[in-house]
């Protein structure tokens, strides 16, 4: 709405300094120059909107916020967490989601316990209800060097999630509660 607002703004205030019926080369020449020179103002303004804040953390994980939170954070170790989720391969293939055909519930589970990747755990313990990240999890936080690999006849292992692969998630983070007495 703002990008919407500022290219209003640039475009009248371009027409309201030069006039488009002036006779002449010069007249029509500063129109499009200033005309030029809004757009791209307008541009320039537009992209700086569209660049989120890439953040990494110590440990290595890369995130963006797409969606800010509701609640300011304040899980701690051993809440029960609902998050949906979906992770990716890096070359975009979905291997997992909670909204997947036959998945209609969030995936709770306990943070800091082992349910889910370490990458995970350490993401959604930062986060605050109602937010949204697109994480990168280096291999180090995910499955490290034994993948998810089934082996087959003859020895060979087929692997959904290769050794050693970073893999990208998209995280909401739905819930929070206390665990049960």
Do not use: W
């Amino acid at each position: 709405m703002r990008v919407i607002s500022l290219s209003i703004i640039s475009i009248a205030l371009t027409l309201s300094q030069t006039s488009a019926f002036s006779v002449g080369d010069n007249s029509r020449r500063a129109f499009l120059a200033q005309t030029a020179g809004s757009a791209a103002a307008l541009l320039g303004a537009q992209t700086a909107f569209a660049a989120p804040e890439v953040i990494t953390t110590p440990s290595g994980i890369k995130y963006v916020v797409t969606k800010p939170p509701k609640e300011a954070p304040k899980s701690i170790k051993g809440d029960i967490i609902a998050i949906e989720y979906t992770g990716y391969l890096p070359n975009g293939q979905i291997f997992d989601a909670t909204h997947a055909e036959g998945k209609k519930n969030a995936l709770m589970f306990e943070l800091g316990g082992n349910a889910v990747i370490d990458g995970i755990n350490e993401m959604v313990a930062d986060m605050g209800v109602g937010e949204k990240r697109q994480v990168i999890v280096p291999a180090s936080l995910a499955f490290k060097d034994k993948g998810i690999c089934v082996e087959k006849e003859g020895g060979e292992n087929e692997c959904l999630i290769k050794p050693g692969q970073t893999l990208v998630y998209d995280i909401s983070l739905k819930r929070t509660s206390i665990p049960p007495p």
